[in-house]
């Protein structure tokens, strides 16, 4: 099983490193359609980035096809939304990124040992303290990976705590998705001075994403 989990070097080099973040309590979610039948349910005073602007998520999802399948010819970013706070900073990213030339399946990570896991998770800390450090922020607890169950498919999921240039630090949890070339990424992240919301929300975020089969 090891061998097949060394053709997870790209993938593993282009993690994201985003914040997710605040909300009020009972907040509307929207339904967010995205490439290759993924789907997550997201605040709906969270913030599209599209062409350098910030537009809201129901004027993005009213400009949108009822059903997106985009084919990407290489990693890609294919969607990001930020929540901001009073102060107009980010306090929390979602964001999405495709990996076409995976060749890893969705049977090979659900057969993966806690050797496998412990493997592949030693070659992500590798890799992410780095790519932190480069945006000028420091890792300050790094959680592990684990293997997980969501809506009927395998994900590999990363969680780590970093600092931040604003008051707080952030937790990330990067959920993997390995099926060849539908495997795909998801960064969900909040500063940690606006848990009391949004640990709630990023769980609900995290357990609402679906890909048609």
């Known amino acids: 099983m090891l061998h097949s989990f060394a053709r997870l070097s790209t993938f593993l080099s282009l ?3 985003c914040p997710m973040a605040g909300a009020q309590p009972a907040l509307p979610f929207l339904t967010v359609e995205l490439p290759q039948g993924v789907s997550a349910e997201l605040p709906r005073n ?3 980035i599209s062409e350098n602007q910030r537009i ?3 004027a993005w999802a ?10 990407p010819s290489k990693s890609v ?7 901001y706070d009073d102060r107009g900073k980010t306090a ?5 990124r495709y990996y076409p030339q995976q ?6 990570a659900t057969a993966a040992t806690p050797e496998d896991v412990r493997e592949i998770d030693s070659e992500l800390q590798a890799n992410i303290i780095p790519g932190v450090g480069s945006a000028g922020n420091r890792l300050l607890e790094w959680r592990g990976t684990r293997k997980r169950s969501i809506n009927g498919l395998t994900y590999l999921v990363t969680e780590y705590r970093r600092t931040s240039s604003e008051i707080a630090p952030f ?6 998705l390995l099926d060849g070339p539908r495997s795909f990424t998801i960064t969900v992240s909040y500063r940690e001075d606006q848990q009391y919301f949004l640990g709630t929300i990023a769980d609900h975020i995290i357990q609402s994403v679906r890909r048609q089969f």
């Open 92 to 96: 929390g990213v979602f964001n999405i």
């Open 103 to 108: 060749t890893v399946t969705q049977a090979e």
């Open 46 to 48: 969270w913030r599209v």
């Open 171 to 176: 937790r990330v949890r990067l959920l993997r």
């Open 15 to 17: 993690a994201v490193f």
């Open 77 to 83: 970013l294919g969607f990001a939304a930020n929540y």
């Open 62 to 71: 009213a400009s949108q096809s009822q059903r997106i399948y985009g084919e």
């Open 56 to 58: 809201t998520l129901d």
